[in-house]
């Protein structure tokens, strides 16, 4: 009983691997993240704390911010939606079938990783300009796709698709089909494989690539202003307000803007990677 106690309350340290050199890497890892990510985002939150609480509040009740933020989580999040179950599908593509060009298919996937955000801004504003090569065929309907949320939505998607592709395609490479097999063997049908085995196995690989591309919608810049038209209330997107804030030497301002984006993000993903364990406890690893 009293060695059962002992090790009951004995301190528990780190297990030790096979590799030596814990605690220089733990270090250094402190260090990196601390350099890179902490402090930046503290000198943030501290520039933006000299407004006040009420001043915080008073920038992110004005209405052109509350118009901005809407935009920008908004169609962040409608454009997620849409990544979360094309991507999927052009996962599957890549992953279960044989084809002619499968490889070149692949490869284009990373494209939006390639190209820098204004050439992807400016290719996506000529493609759907009303005198552009879809622009033109969506005109004689009355749609107007840039300059518009329309434009910023499909931007977007554009430069979120990768990020679920890529996190979910190779969860989907190592997927036993045994278990779709023995799926098929038990009579559940084709979509019933589906939606009770091969979903629930890639759910937490599909939220991750979510939080990714939600992450990156949030903050994107360079490929949103050329097709957005930046008209305030219609379609400004936050990351532009806070470059208007420092165009005009409002510090305070852009930083009370930014922590606002911040914390909002921080909720969100914090949410999303909750489910995403969730899920990981329900379905396990794969």
């Keep these: 009983m009293s060695l059962a106690l002992d090790e009951r309350w004995a301190p528990r340290f780190p297990k030790v691997g096979v590799l030596p050199g814990f605690g220089i890497t733990m270090g250094f890892t402190i260090t990196y993240l601390s350099l890179i990510v902490l402090i930046p985002l503290g000198v943030l939150v501290w ?6 609480l009420g001043g915080l509040w008073a920038v992110a009740t004005t209405p052109r911010v509350l118009a901005a933020l809407q935009t920008s989580f908004g169609l962040s999040a409608l454009a997620v939606l849409a990544n979360a179950f094309f991507g999927l599908v052009v996962a599957w593509v890549l992953t279960r079938y ?5 490889r070149l298919l692949d490869a284009a996937v990373d494209l939006p990783f390639a190209l820098p955000t204004a050439v992807a801004g400016i290719a996506l504003a000529a493609l759907y300009a009303p005198n552009g090569w879809l622009g033109a065929l969506a005109a004689p309907y009355g749609l107007k796709i840039a300059f518009t949320p329309a ?8 430069i979120g698709l990768p990020f679920v592709v890529r996190t979910v395609q190779p969860v989907l490479q190592d997927l036993d089909r045994e278990l779709e ?8 049908g084709r979509w019933q494989t589906v939606w009770r085995v091969v979903l629930p196995a890639l759910a937490p690989a599909l939220l991750t690539g979510v939080a990714l591309a939600f992450a990156r ?11 957005a038209g ?6 400004e997107i936050a990351p532009l307000l806070i470059v208007a804030q420092l165009e005009q030497f ?10 606002i984006m911040l914390l909002v993000s921080f909720v969100i993903l914090l949410a999303i990677n909750l489910l995403q364990a969730a899920s990981r406890r329900r379905f396990g690893d794969v």
């Design 47 to 52: 520039r933006a704390a000299g407004l006040g």
């Design 151 to 158: 434009g910023i939505f499909i931007a977007l998607v554009f």
């Design 250 to 259: 409002n510090y305070a301002g852009a930083a009370a803007i930014a922590t």
């Design 217 to 227: 919608a949030v903050g994107e810049y360079g490929s949103v202003i050329f097709i």
């Design 98 to 102: 044989d084809f002619a060009g499968r």
């Design 181 to 188: 097999e023995a799926s098929a063997t038990l009579g559940a």
């Design 230 to 235: 930046n008209i305030p209330f219609k379609s």
